[in-house]
């Protein structure tokens, strides 16, 4: 079984000592809040015809703007059929490296391919470079089930009514590959990260003064 999980790979990319503190603490429970944002990814024809269903729905812009969001991808998307009736839902993929769950499975015009639902705010453009991670590892796990290449991959943020589709190139895939090599190497609490704007949300930051660290990471 592949040593990591793509929730850690994620977490590795974004800051290695989340990833410390969790490992440390478990595995946590999925809030409620995020996975009401998840199911809207399975909702998305629903919202564009039942009012009382966009109205009651966790959205984070205007139920006329979230509908002219979902209209535009329903126009701009060759694969919105496939995303919006999935081949699978919450499929476990287990790869050479890494193994996880991807939220959706679709065939689209392409092939087979990953689609990842994330309940925060979508970047300007792209998707978050961790985020990048997370997609990377469900399409190399699903390519290394169905034994073929998986180029491309869905990130799809319902809160916003935003999907973005990814390819899985050489700079992803090695942007991957360090987030692989650094979760390897986490034996002690690593370095503190320099950006305020991660520390403040998360969950282990009464945790995070400890200045301890291990001596093969002080080697490093």
Known sequence: M??????????????PRKLYYRRRDGASEIPDEIESIRRLAREYERLLTDDATLLAAPIEVGPDEYRDRLR???????????????TATDAYLEGKDARGIAHKVV??????????????????????EPQTVRLVAAAKALAWERERDIDTAYAEYPAYGVI???EVNARRAGVYRRA??????????????????????CEFSDDCGVKTRSLRSMLR
């Open 2 to 15: 592949p040593t990591h999980t793509f929730r850690e790979l994620e977490t590795a990319a974004y800051c």
């Open 72 to 86: 535009g991808l329903r126009e701009r998307l060759a694969d919105w059929d496939a995303l919006v009736a999935p």
């Open 107 to 128: 065939t689209g015009q392409d092939g087979p391919a990953p689609s990842l639902v994330f309940a925060g705010r979508p970047p300007e453009d792209g998707v978050w």
């Open 164 to 166: 973005r589709r990814i």
């Open 180 to 201: 692989i090599r650094t979760a390897d190497s986490i034996d002690g609490p690593p370095g503190r990260v320099r950006n305020d704007a991660k520390c403040e949300p």
